[in-house]
């Protein structure tokens, strides 16, 4: 991987958008233990993975830049005490749409394809799996014509 | 669970508005990023998308009438024609001519038309998807966000379509 240069802001977004990622791991972890592994759990596992991944490239291409990325939290809270399966899906809803924030402000000041590459694939993954939560949640519309600008 | 202070909900509404904020800047934010690149950003690579996104619409309306699958081929419809505006606004903010959104000819490739509804809305969101990612390294600032957003839409939408 070349070193990439980064802008002020653009260095900016993307330490928000892998606090973002931390944050989407952590709750991942957590939910693991409230949605069913024969129900929506392939899909929460996968989610788990895309994040670590999302979250290992911010951390390469901060570092490469020479920029120290921001570590993780001990823990975070989500939108209300993560207790069933219900509340797990809305933390999850809330992650992504906080992933899909921050990849959009990252890919509006993006001066890299390299970096134009992962934060759209981010802000996409991200769409996708919110799109899927707000399904299990019964949430409509499913679909917000503009994610990462909801 | 003792959960220490600094969480998700009070960072991640920090940087939201910090993020809100910044958004703030955009109207000529493309103007200073496509003057490092090559001069003033083109709304050239916006027109295909908005003229794909309008025959979207018009496709998931004519699908709608498929009684099982009204509601999906409806949630598309309303993003398409999201997506139409809002480039079309962007073209004309950039002097482009976005072409008239009258347009009526039929709306999908002749090779689709064999295909059920559904397929053929499964299809053309998947070629849609594909058309914004391709543009997204042809423009840059509030554009990219744009065409990003548009794609990252109706990867969206082929979940549930």
């Given at each position: ?38 129900e ?13 991944e999302?979250?290992d ?50 890919l ?43 | ?27 000529w ?15 050239e ?12 619409e ?38 482009g ?65």
């Amino acid at each position: 991987m070349s070193s990439t240069e980064l802008s002020e802001d653009g260095s900016g977004a993307l330490e928000r958008a892998l606090g973002a990622e931390h944050a989407a791991v952590w709750v991942y972890g957590l939910a693991r233990a409230f949605v069913p592994e024969s129900e929506t759990g392939s899909t929460v596992e996968a989610g788990a993975s895309s994040h670590r991944e999302h979250r290992d490239r911010a951390r390469t291409l901060l570092r490469a830049a020479g920029a120290t990325p921001p570590a993780p939290r001990a823990a975070y809270r989500t939108p209300s005490p993560v207790r069933d399966r219900n509340s797990a899906l809305h933390a999850l809803l809330a992650v992504e749409r906080d992933c899909s924030v921050g990849w959009m402000a990252v890919l509006e000041r993006s001066r890299s394809t390299e970096l134009s590459e992962l934060a759209l694939r981010g802000l996409t993954g991200a769409a996708r799996r919110a799109t899927k939560w707000r399904v299990e949640l019964g949430e409509r519309p499913s679909v917000p014509p503009f994610p990462g600008r909801e | 669970m003792d959960i220490p202070r600094g969480t998700l909900s009070s960072s991640v509404s920090l940087n939201r508005r910090r993020l809100l904020g910044l958004s703030a800047l955009l109207p000529w934010a493309p103007v200073l990023l496509g003057c490092s690149a090559s001069g003033a950003p083109s709304p050239e690579p916006l027109v295909p998308l908005a003229t794909n996104a309008a025959e979207d619409e018009r496709l998931a309306r004519a699908t709608a009438a498929e009684a099982e699958f009204s509601e999906q081929a409806e949630l598309v419809a309303q993003v398409r024609a999201e997506h139409a505006k809002a480039l079309r606004r962007e073209i004309e903010r950039l002097g482009g001519d976005p072409g008239t959104p009258t347009n009526t000819s039929p709306p999908s490739p002749g090779s689709d038309s064999t295909k059920p509804g559904r397929a053929r809305l499964r299809s053309a969101l998947r070629e849609a998807q594909g058309r914004a990612e391709e543009t997204v390294p042809l423009v840059s600032g509030h554009q990219a966000g744009l065409v990003g957003s548009v794609s990252a839409a109706c990867a969206s939408l082929l979940e549930v379509v």
